[in-house]
């Protein structure tokens, strides 16, 4: 059973308005693109499986998997002012909860161009909101792909990318395997299966990995983290097993989590390295919100309609208003009622004063 389209789409409305709140502007784009774009980067892709189809010209099309590659194709490469871009696009895919092709709303933001820190910090907080406004129970989860590259610079690519999967996937006993056939020195592999095994508060995580990786490789990244903590508070976890794919990804990645879905239902970060092999000069980083994840939210259903039920005998209309609108502005849901309706679940009732 699906999730009640009134549902996704309020969601989709608060998410979208909070990104024109920071100054971001909608991107809107065809439902289709060259195939060839999808086939050089299918790594980057959350499915390989892609629809095809040849138009009237003999050119090979694709049904939009993603939307990322869309606007880094289409959109300007100016690598020294920013473009601060939203998108609410059906993209079309094979979906983890059905296993067969689905028109997916999708919703997310890229900011592109001269990226700073304070870029990847405002990215992470509306990270952080975005979450918020589907769940109050949420968690947002943040790496740095820098340190373990700084780790590993030294081995090809194919090494690399091997353990880089197996921090992902916390197999600390693949891990060492694969350090001692590439030749990782026992020290930096054992740095590795610690990194695998620490995540949690960044107060917590920090000082550890400070602790593990200063004199062995150049700390900023780490330096980064830390300011980015402090700033950003709330439910934040420090993971270093939230790794990406490393020919397209690099710095600050992060997933993003709510109670009731097994998967991260918001993904994203720095990916600069894809800005770079489709010859742009430009960097970027940004996320996506995989709305068909929420559909899960309907095995947890909410234990109260409301959080308010506002009762009025015979009050002015402008007092009941007022009374509505201030308990509204505190966050809250209202249904207003001369009596309380049978079976309505609600968390506290007030009266009009």
């Given at each position: 059973?699906?999730?009640?389209?009134?549902?996704?789409?309020?969601?989709?409305?608060?998410?979208?308005?909070?990104?024109?709140?920071?100054?971001?502007?909608?991107?809107?784009?065809?439902?289709?693109?060259?195939?060839?774009?999808?086939?050089?980067?299918?790594?980057?892709?959350?499915?390989?499986?892609?629809?095809?189809?040849?138009?009237?010209?003999?050119?090979?099309?694709?049904?939009?998997?993603?939307?990322?590659?869309?606007?880094?194709?289409?959109?300007?490469?100016?690598?020294?002012?920013?473009?601060?871009?939203?998108?609410?696009?059906?993209?079309?895919r094979v979906s983890k909860n059905?296993?067969?092709?689905?028109?997916?709303?999708?919703?997310?933001?890229?900011?592109?161009?001269?990226?700073?820190?304070?870029?990847?910090?405002?990215?992470?907080?509306?990270?952080?909101?975005?979450?918020?406004?589907?769940?109050?129970?949420?968690?947002?989860?943040?790496?740095?792909?820098?340190?373990?590259s700084a780790l590993t610079e030294?081995?090809?690519?194919?090494?690399?990318?091997?353990?880089?999967?197996?921090?992902?996937?916390?197999?600390?006993?693949?891990?060492?395997?694969?350090?001692?056939?590439?030749?990782?020195?026992?020290?930096?592999?054992?740095?590795?299966?610690?990194?695998?095994?620490?995540?949690?508060?960044?107060?917590?995580?920090?000082?550890?990995?400070?602790?593990?990786?200063?004199?062995?490789?150049?700390?900023?990244?780490?330096?980064?983290?830390?300011?980015?903590?402090?700033?950003?508070?709330?439910?934040?976890?420090?993971?270093?097993?939230?790794?990406?794919?490393?020919?397209?990804?690099?710095?600050?990645?992060?997933?993003?989590?709510?109670?009731?879905?097994?998967?991260?239902?918001?993904?994203?970060?720095?990916?600069?390295?894809?800005?770079?092999?489709?010859?742009?000069?430009?960097?970027?980083?940004?996320?996506?919100?995989?709305?068909?994840?929420?559909?899960?939210?309907?095995?947890?259903?909410?234990?109260?309609?409301?959080?308010?039920?506002?009762?009025?005998?015979?009050?002015?209309?402008?007092?009941?208003?007022?009374?509505?609108?201030?308990?509204?502005?505190?966050?809250?849901?209202?249904?207003?009622?001369?009596?309380?309706?049978?079976?309505?679940?609600?968390?506290?009732?007030?009266?009009?004063?």
């Amino acid at each position: 059973m699906n999730l009640p389209l009134s549902m996704t789409e309020s969601i989709a409305f608060r998410l979208r308005s909070l990104y024109r709140r920071y100054g971001y502007s909608q991107y809107k784009m065809s439902k289709f693109e060259e195939y060839d774009l999808y086939a050089r980067n299918k790594d980057f892709l959350l499915s390989e499986n892609v629809i095809t189809f040849t138009d009237l010209s003999g050119k090979l099309l694709a049904l939009k998997p993603d939307v990322t590659l869309s606007i880094v194709k289409n959109s300007r490469d100016d690598a020294v002012g920013l473009q601060k871009l939203y998108y609410h696009e059906n993209v079309y895919r094979v979906s983890k909860n059905s296993q067969g092709f689905r028109e997916i709303q999708q919703v997310g933001l890229e900011c592109l161009g001269n990226i700073d820190d304070y870029c990847i910090l405002e990215v992470l907080q509306l990270a952080q909101k975005s979450l918020e406004q589907i769940s109050g129970d949420s968690v947002l989860e943040v790496s740095h792909l820098g340190l373990i590259s700084a780790l590993t610079e030294n081995l090809s690519a194919d090494r690399k990318a091997e353990i880089f999967r197996c921090v992902g996937s916390k197999n600390a006993h693949e891990l060492l395997a694969v350090c001692k056939e590439a030749g990782v020195e026992d020290k930096i592999a054992e740095i590795l299966k610690a990194l695998t095994a620490i995540g949690g508060a960044p107060d917590t995580v920090l000082p550890r990995v400070k602790a593990l990786l200063t004199g062995i490789v150049d700390t900023k990244p780490l330096a980064l983290l830390e300011q980015l903590s402090s700033l950003l508070g709330g439910k934040l976890r420090i993971d270093f097993s939230v790794v990406d794919d490393i020919h397209y990804y690099n710095g600050i990645v992060f997933k993003g989590f709510v109670r009731g879905v097994p998967d991260a239902v918001l993904s994203g970060g720095q990916y600069d390295k894809l800005m770079q092999k489709l010859k742009r000069q430009s960097a970027a980083i940004g996320f996506a919100v995989y709305l068909d994840l929420l559909e899960r939210l309907e095995q947890a259903p909410e234990e109260y309609d409301v959080d308010t039920v506002l009762l009025y005998t015979d009050e002015p209309i402008s007092q009941i208003n007022a009374a509505a609108k201030a308990l509204m502005e505190s966050g809250k849901s209202v249904a207003v009622y001369r009596q309380i309706p049978d079976g309505l679940r609600y968390r506290e009732a007030k009266t009009v004063r």
